[in-house]
């Protein structure tokens, strides 16, 4: 196999945890620097959310909202919440996550892989978790 035949497939599929919130929602979290800049920068639709743990590292997420809808702020605080659990402060009962739509999301000039600027954002402040299956 040549490496043009690399290209053509693209990249590897992007790896991350995936939940259903009880509206039927789907919410990504990145695992790595590389699948966080995937997902907030080219997966994530202009009118998804993103979401990422206020100055503590853990994983970008991103609430993917269907076309002409609007989540609510239930819908908002559980993807946070996600975003809380996803991160180094997971054990804290009370975490703020910046939210914002993915469309306020930039990648910087030259900056390393996971990392990006965000304007227009929301703090959230939530007890980190995840949707439960069932």
Do not use: C
Request: no cysteine; aromatic share 6%; proline share 8%.
């Amino acid at each position: 196999m040549s490496p043009a035949d690399d290209e053509r497939r693209g990249p590897p599929p992007i790896k991350a945890w995936t939940y259903v919130l009880p509206n039927g929602w789907t919410v990504l979290a990145g695992r790595t620097d590389a699948d966080n800049d995937r997902l907030s920068l080219k997966i994530a639709k202009a009118n998804d959310w993103w979401f990422h743990v206020k100055g503590r590292p853990g994983s970008h997420v991103v609430l993917q909202v269907p076309a002409g809808e609007t989540p609510t702020k239930e819908d908002l605080e559980q993807a946070a919440a996600v975003a809380a659990y996803h991160s180094k402060v997971r054990d804290a009962n009370q975490v703020a996550v910046n939210g914002t739509e993915a469309r306020y999301v930039s990648k910087p000039r030259g900056a390393k892989s996971g990392t990006v600027a965000i304007r227009k954002e929301r703090t959230f402040v939530v007890k980190p978790g995840v949707p439960q299956a069932g």
